[in-house]
C-alpha cells in the first residue's frame, strides 16, 4: 500500500466539530466538577486520587532524585578528572557510585516514565480516571517514602556502598557489618511494592477502561510500551524480591543461601538480581520508545509507518528482555554452552529495537519533519542509542566482553542506553505535552539551546569513556596512576558533565519560567493525532465531559472520535472489553480517602523497625499495617452498571 502523504494531517481538521462536541453539556460541566475535582483543603491536597496531579507529582519527585544523582555523579567525575585527587576517599567513593547507580534506576528513570503514564493514560484512552485511584495515591507515597528511606542512610553516615548491583560476597555481612546493606536491601523492598501495585494498575486500565472502538490495532503506541512494561515489571520483581530476602535473612538470621562457606553461593544473587535487571534495562528505556513513536508522527506530520509491527516489536522487546540475563555473567565461568546461547540472544533482541528505529526513520522520511524542541530531543534520543545499541551488540560477543567487562566501556555502553535514552525521551515528552498539563508553552528558542548544548555536553562526558575502556581503565575505581594514557579522556569527560548539566539547569528555567509567563497552547498546539488534544489545556477534573467513542487509529487526523455517553451521576467512567472495546459496563471508582497515606506510613514505620531491629517496632508496625490496609479495603458500596453505550 502507497504511504499516506504529508496532506493527510490537513484532514484532522474535519474532526474539530466532532472533538467540540465532547465538550460538556449545559449543566453537566458543574455536576462532573463536584463529583471530580479534589477540595481545596490541605488533606485533600494529601489524598487525591487525581492521576493528573499524582503524575506530576510523580515526575517531579523523581526529577528531584535526578538532581540529587547528577549531583554524586558530578561530584565523581571532579573526583576523576585527574589521577590520584584527593576530593573523595575509596569509601565515599563507593557510597556516591552506590547510590548515584541507585537513584537513577529506582528512583528516577522508572518512575519518571511511570509519572507520564500515570498522567497520560486515562487521557490517551478517554477514560476519566485509573481503575484503582486509590492505589495510585499508595504507590505514589510508597515510592516517596523509600526514597526518603533510602537517602536517610546518608544523614547517619550508612548509606549503601556495594554498587546498585550489590554483589555477594561485598554485600554479605563479614564484609560489610553496619546497616548500609539493610538500607538497600529494605529501602528496595520497600519501593518494590510501589513498582508492582502501579503496574498492576496500569494493565488493568489499559485493557478495561479504553473508550469505545479502540480496539488493541487502534491503540496508541505509547500505551504498548506502558502495557508492556507494566507486565515486565509484574513478572520480574519477585525475582529481586527473592533475592533482597534471601540476603536480609543470611545477614540477620543466618540463614544460608548466598555464603560458600556454608554451602551457599554467590552466583545464586548474580542470577536472581539479573533475572530482574535485564528486564528492567528494557522496562526503562521502552516507555521511551513509546513517547518517540507518539512525537515522531507528529512532528512529521503523517501516521506511524508499520504501526502495528512497531507494537508487536515493542513485545517481543519486552519478551525478549527475560532471555538474556545470562549477558551480565559472562565472565564469572558459567558453561560454554550457557555462554553460547545467551550471546546468540543478546544479539537477537537488538533486531525489534531495530525494527522500532526504520519504522521511525521510515515515517520521516515519507513525512514533512517540523524541527520544533520535542522533535529534536527526539532525533538526539536516537543517536544516542543507535550508538549504545551498536556498543551492546559489541558486549554481546563473548571474546570481546572477557576483554571490556570490568572497564568504562561498559559505562560508557550503559549511560548511552539508560541515561541518552530516557532523558532525552524525557526531555521530550517534556516540551511535548507540557502544553497539556499547563496550558501553557514553553519557550521555544531557549528549548533548542538547552537541547543542543545538552547534546553537546552528553557526547563529550560519555563518548570518550568507551576510548577509557578500551585503553583499559576499570570501572569502580576512585582513582587512576598518571601516564597511563587516560588523562586527557577523562578531563573531557568531566567537562561534558558540566556542559550537560548546564544544558539541563536550561530547561529548568525555561520550566520555571513557562509555568507562569508562557504564551497559552490551547487545546492542541501542535495539530496531534491522539485523544488527550481533544480536551482543553489543562484538562478538566474529570478529562472527558462526554465519553469519546473512536473509529480510527488516528482520531483527531481522521474525524473518528464521537461523543459517547455523559455519565455524570456519579464518579462514573465506561468498562469496555479487553480485545475490541466494546462496551461492557458502567464502573463506580472511589474518591479520595486518607488510608492509603497512613498505610505508607505504617509501612515506613516498619521497615524502620526492621533496620534497627526492634521486635516490639516490627509487631507495632505489622499490626498498624494490617488494620489500616483492612480499613482501607472495607467493603464500600460502589455501583457496576450494565450500559447500552
Not at 254 to 280: A, I, K, M, S, Y
Not at 292 to 320: D, E, K, Q, W, Y
Not at 509 to 523: D, F, W
Not at 570 to 588: C, I, W
Request: hydrophobic content about 55%; glycine content about 8%; charged content about 10%.
Amino acid at each position: 500500500m502507497a504511504p499516506r502523504t504529508a496532506g493527510h494531517i490537513d484532514r484532522r481538521f474535519a474532526a474539530e466539530d466532532a472533538t467540540a462536541a465532547l465538550d460538556a453539556k449545559p449543566g453537566s460541566a458543574e455536576r462532573l466538577d463536584a463529583l471530580w475535582e479534589t477540595p481545596h483543603t490541605w488533606l485533600a491536597w494529601l489524598t487525591t486520587v487525581d492521576h493528573k496531579a499524582l503524575g506530576i507529582r510523580y515526575i517531579v519527585t523523581a526529577c528531584v532524585f535526578l538532581v540529587l544523582g547528577g549531583l554524586e555523579a558530578a561530584v565523581m567525575r571532579l573526583q576523576l578528572a585527574r589521577p590520584e585527587a584527593h576530593l573523595l576517599s575509596p569509601e565515599a567513593y563507593n557510597r556516591l557510585f552506590t547510590m548515584h547507580g541507585t537513584t537513577m534506576m529506582f528512583l528516577f528513570i522508572q518512575p519518571v516514565l511511570s509519572g507520564f503514564s500515570f498522567y497520560l493514560t486515562p487521557l490517551l484512552i478517554g477514560a476519566r480516571e485509573l481503575a484503582f485511584p486509590r492505589l495510585n495515591t499508595f504507590s505514589y507515597y510508597v515510592f516517596l517514602l523509600a526514597g526518603v528511606f533510602l537517602y536517610a542512610a546518608f544523614i547517619i553516615g550508612q548509606a549503601p556502598d556495594a554498587g546498585w548491583f550489590n554483589y555477594t560476597p561485598l554485600a554479605s555481612l563479614p564484609f560489610d557489618t553496619g546497616h548500609n546493606i539493610d538500607f538497600y536491601a529494605i529501602g528496595l523492598l520497600f519501593l518494590g511494592v510501589a513498582t508492582t501495585v502501579g503496574s498492576i494498575n496500569l494493565v488493568v486500565t489499559i485493557l478495561r477502561l479504553r473508550a469505545p472502538g479502540m480496539s488493541l490495532d487502534r491503540m496508541p503506541l505509547f500505551l504498548w510500551s506502558s502495557l508492556t512494561t507494566s507486565v515486565a515489571v509484574i513478572a520480574s520483581m519477585p525475582a529481586l524480591t527473592v533475592a533482597l530476602l534471601f540476603l536480609e535473612l543470611e545477614r540477620r538470621w543466618h540463614f544460608v543461601f548466598l555464603d560458600p562457606r556454608w554451602g551457599g553461593t554467590p552466583l545464586l544473587w548474580q542470577h536472581l538480581f539479573w533475572v530482574f535487571g535485564h528486564p528492567w534495562v528494557y522496562i526503562v528505556f521502552l516507555p521511551a520508545t513509546g513517547m518517540l513513536s507518539m512525537i515522531i508522527p507528529v512532528f512529521s506530520r503523517r501516521p506511524m509507518v508499520g504501526h502495528n509491527i512497531v507494537a508487536l516489536a515493542t513485545v517481543a522487546t519486552g519478551l525478549a528482555g527475560f532471555g538474556v540475563w545470562v549477558h551480565h555473567m559472562f565472565v564469572t565461568g558459567i558453561p560454554q554452552v550457557s555462554v553460547g546461547f545467551f550471546s546468540a540472544g543478546s544479539m537477537i533482541v537488538s533486531i525489534p529495537s531495530a525494527v522500532q528505529i526504520a519504522a521511525w526513520f521510515t515515517t520521516m522520511w515519507y513525512g514533512r519533519v517540523v524541527f520544533q524542541t520535542p522533535m529534536l530531543f527526539a532525533l538526539g534520543f536516537i543517536l544516542q542509542f543507535v550508538i549504545g545499541g551498536i556498543s551492546g551488540v559489541m558486549t554481546a560477543v563473548v571474546p570481546f566482553d572477557w576483554q571490556a567487562h570490568d572497564t568504562y566501556f561498559v559505562v560508557a555502553h550503559l549511560h548511552y542506553v539508560l541515561a541518552g535514552g530516557s532523558l532525552f525521551a524525557m526531555f521530550a515528552a517534556i516540551y511535548y505535552w507540557f502544553p497539556k498539563m499547563t496550558g501553557r508553552l514553553l519557550n521555544e528558542r531557549l528549548g533548542r539551546v538547552s537541547f543542543w548544548v545538552m547534546f553537546a555536553g552528553f557526547n563529550l562526558a560519555f563518548f570518550p569513556m568507551h576510548i577509557a575502556g578500551l585503553l583499559g581503565m576499570a570501572r569502580r575505581v576512585y582513582t587512576y596512576l598518571p601516564g597511563l594514557g587516560l588523562d586527557g579522556v577523562n578531563l573531557a569527560s568531566t567537562i561534558g558533565a558540566v556542559v550537560f548539566i548546564g544544558g539541563t539547569v536550561l530547561t529548568l528555567v525555561n520550566l520555571l519560567q513557562s509555568l507562569h509567563h508562557g504564551a497559552a497552547s490551547g487545546r492542541d498546539p501542535w495539530h496531534a493525532n491522539t485523544l488527550e488534544w481533544s480536551i482543553v489545556s489543562p484538562p478538566e477534573p474529570f478529562n472527558f465531559a462526554q465519553i469519546p467513542i473512536v473509529s480510527s487509529r488516528e482520531p483527531l487526523w481522521d474525524g473518528g472520535v464521537a461523543a459517547g455517553p455523559t455519565l455524570d451521576q456519579g464518579r462514573f467512567t465506561l468498562l469496555t472489553t479487553p480485545l475490541d472495546a466494546h462496551p461492557d459496563g458502567v464502573v463506580e471508582l472511589p474518591g479520595q480517602n486518607v488510608w492509603p497515606l497512613i498505610i505508607s506510613l505504617t509501612l515506613l514505620g516498619l521497615c524502620t523497625a526492621l533496620l534497627v531491629r526492634s521486635p516490639l517496632g516490627i509487631a507495632a508496625g505489622a499490626v498498624t499495617s494490617i488494620i489500616a490496609a483492612a480499613r482501607w479495603m472495607w467493603p464500600v458500596h460502589l455501583r457496576t452498571l450494565e450500559t447500552d453505550a
